[in-house]
């Protein structure tokens, strides 16, 4: 199995940048396409981002295209989130996420979760 924790989630104001992590153990890291997905209460969780296996190719959701950025450091075993100009509605609890499905934006398609990380945006 693979066992992922997500890190670097706190509070920040709006407009500004934070970092997320996740780091992966158990299995071989690089076999697997990554994703982050977001939830809040009352809402389903939705897809953020994704990653392929080797980190070359990945896709975004629309809300968040151009403001985020995913990648993957498969020597240290850790995917990353990178969150510049944060909105309000960026504010949710962020999940990391590892399947086999290239580039999959369906949350069925991940297999492995992390406990996820709480991101609060303030006006």
């Known amino acids: 199995q693979v066992q992922l924790v997500e890190t670097g989630g706190g509070l920040v104001q709006v407009g500004e940048s934070l970092r997320l992590s996740c780091a992966a153990s158990g299995r071989t890291f690089s076999n697997y396409n990554m994703g982050w997905f977001r939830q809040t209460p009352g809402k389903e969780r939705e897809f953020v981002a994704t990653?392929?296996?080797?980190?070359?190719?990945?896709a975004y959701a629309d809300s968040v295209k151009g403001r985020f950025i995913i990648s993957r450091d498969n020597a240290k075993n850790t995917l990353y989130l990178q969150m510049n100009s944060l909105e309000s509605e960026d504010t949710a609890v962020y999940y990391c996420?590892?399947?086999?499905?290239?580039?999959?934006?369906?949350?069925?398609?991940?297999?492995?979760w992390g406990q996820g990380t709480q991101v609060t945006i303030s006006s």
């Open positions: 996420a590892a399947g086999r499905a290239w580039l999959s934006y369906v949350r069925h398609d991940y297999v492995y």
């Open positions: 990653i392929d296996w080797g980190g070359a190719n990945t």
